[in-house]
């Protein structure tokens, strides 16, 4: 199971960290992907770490903004989130890349960024 954790309400412009902690199984072997559902839309894909060479990849949405980092000794993929946009409010999942399915997802931790 993954659970995230770190969302919060802040300000245009602000920051945040978004944490992805894993129990029962390593990190370690696995790509995360991060994704987010805003109200009323459909949940979309916003980043993911690589396990073989931590090579990171973004939405052109978030392009530039936000960096995705793995702390395997920690167990933890993290989400640094600058510069948020009103459009960046949602939940934000983490999952892991299970052969090419997206798998274990979280319970979302709230992103709300105020104008």
């Known amino acids: 199971q993954l659970v995230e954790s770190g969302g919060d309400l802040v300000h245009s412009g602000g920051s945040l960290r978004l944490s992805c902690v894993a129990s029962g199984f390593t990190l370690n072997y696995f790509g995360i992907g991060w994704f987010r559902q805003a109200p009323g839309k459909e949940r979309e894909w916003v980043s993911c770490?690589?396990?073989?060479?931590?090579?990171?990849y973004f939405a052109d949405s978030v392009k530039g903004r936000f960096i995705a980092s793995r702390d395997n000794a920690k167990n933890t993929v993290y989400l640094q989130m600058n510069s948020l946009k009103p459009e960046d409010t949602a939940v934000y999942y983490c999952?892991?890349?299970?052969?090419?399915?997206?798998?274990?997802w979280g319970q979302g931790t709230q992103v709300t960024v105020s104008s």
């Open positions: 999952a892991v890349d299970n052969i090419g399915r997206w798998d274990y």
């Open positions: 770490i690589s396990n073989i060479d931590g090579r990171t």
